[in-house]
T-cell receptor, first 116, second 114 residues
């Protein structure tokens, strides 16, 4: 079975500082990994994904994530946080093994709060 | 806007009512999904439709009944719901249901069962 863990319910960062939102995953095969962001009263918006190739993936709004196979992690990062980045962030995984099927498994979400 | 529209945005219904949630996408996608989002819990995949065919039912109670008349529209028919069914119901679509495609989500319907 595939699973995702986001160990932090909330991350607080000062504007201008770098931010990291952590994600670890468990799959039986190789993963497809995704990050989504949810602003209040909105649906989820796609940020970036890792499919294959370069372990460092760049996405929307200056976000990037690094795939680390040995640590089974896919942490979301941004060099300089903005107050407008404050939102709920979800990591998600699909197992490339057929048994993963159509199921995209999400983490419980991490609330990012960026303060002045 | 993501191109996926859900109506209504908010719905309050009694346990004996029958109501339907609607989702529409104008992205030319062939796969559509229903998710349930409850506080402090991971998003739960409920149903998947790929080219109008249901390909996944994630052990969802029969009081939730999906309908996909065409690739652009998806409905979730609700009847005799329970208070614990109160949640944000999210519709999503993707190019296909293949594993490397990202999904685009609607804004959700906030459902309250009283």
């Amino acid at each position: 079975a595939q699973s995702v863990a986001q160990p932090e319910d909330q991350v607080n960062v000062a504007e201008g500082n770098p931010l990291t939102v952590k994600c670890t995953y468990s799959v039986s095969g190789n993963p497809y990994l995704f990050w989504y962001v949810q602003y209040p009263n909105r649906g989820l918006q796609f940020l970036l994904k890792y499919i294959t190739g370069d372990n460092l993936v760049k996405g929307s709004y200056g976000f990037e994530a690094e795939f680390n196979k040995s640590q089974t992690s896919f942490h979301l990062k941004k060099p300089s946080a903005l107050v407008s980045d404050s939102a709920l962030y979800f990591c998600a995984v699909r197992d490339r093994v057929t048994g993963g099927g159509n199921k995209l498994t999400f983490g419980t979400g991490t609330q990012l709060k960026v303060e002045l | 806007e993501t191109g996926v529209t859900q109506t209504p945005r908010h719905l309050v219904m009694g346990m004996t009512n029958k109501k339907s949630l609607k989702c529409e996408q104008h992205l030319g996608h062939n796969a559509m999904y229903w998710y349930k989002q409850s506080a402090k819990k991971p998003l739960e995949l409920m149903f998947v439709y790929n080219f109008k065919e249901q390909t996944e039912n994630n052990s969802v109670p029969s009081r939730f009944s999906p309908e996909c008349p065409n690739s652009s529209h998806l409905f979730l028919h609700l009847h005799t719901l329970q208070p614990e069914d109160s949640a944000l119901y999210l519709c999503a679509s993707s190019q296909t249901a293949s594993m490397n495609t990202e999904a685009f989500f609607g804004q959700g319907t906030r459902l309250t069962v009283v």
